[in-house]
């Protein structure tokens, strides 16, 4: 299957790629599951930074609905993903959050990320949306 998937649409741009390939994107349920699951003991069940673990931590958990608001009325898409994923760039800092990359490389879909379509973890791709839903003031 993924040898006649290949055949089929290797080498296309991902743009191409979502709509020849049988794709199945996930939504902002899926993202609310994981989100849950995986976030909500710090950022809270709303994301507003008050999830159980954070009063406990040296750096408070950051208001994820606030995202968008504070990046001047657009949700910070990269920022957020490389953030979450654990971005190379933080490596040397002292670092409070998890980084979520490790555990989410093997499945990809392709993801408009500001503008450019991104393969991106298929449960990063459902926490995006799912963040992008919980923003106020946007
Ligand atoms: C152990 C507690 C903890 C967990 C679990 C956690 N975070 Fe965080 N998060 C933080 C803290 C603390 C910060 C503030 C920056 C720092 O020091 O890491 C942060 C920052 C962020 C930021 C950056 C916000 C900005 O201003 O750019 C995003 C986005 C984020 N978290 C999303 C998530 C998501 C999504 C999950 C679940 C997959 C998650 N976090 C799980 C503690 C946590």
Do not use: W
């Not at 995986?38 to 750096?59: E, I, R």
């Not at 953030?83 to 989410?104: K, S």
């Amino acid at each position: 299957m993924r040898g006649i998937f290949l055949t089929v649409c290797g080498g296309v741009s991902l743009a191409v790629l979502a709509a020849c390939a049988e794709v199945s994107m996930p939504d902002r349920t899926d993202g609310a599951a994981f989100f849950a699951t995986n976030c909500a003991s710090c950022h809270g069940a709303n994301g507003q930074g008050n999830g159980k673990l954070a009063t406990g931590l040296p750096v408070p958990p950051a208001d994820l609905t606030r995202l968008t608001r504070d990046n001047g009325g657009t949700f910070p898409a990269a920022r957020a993903l490389s953030y979450i994923y654990g971005d190379p760039r933080n490596a040397h800092n002292v670092r409070v959050m998890p980084e979520f990359g490790g555990a989410m490389e093997e499945d990809l879909v392709p993801v408009e990320i500001d503008g450019i379509m991104t393969p991106t973890p298929r449960v990063l791709a459902g926490l995006l949306d799912y963040l992008k839903s919980i923003q106020v003031g946007s």
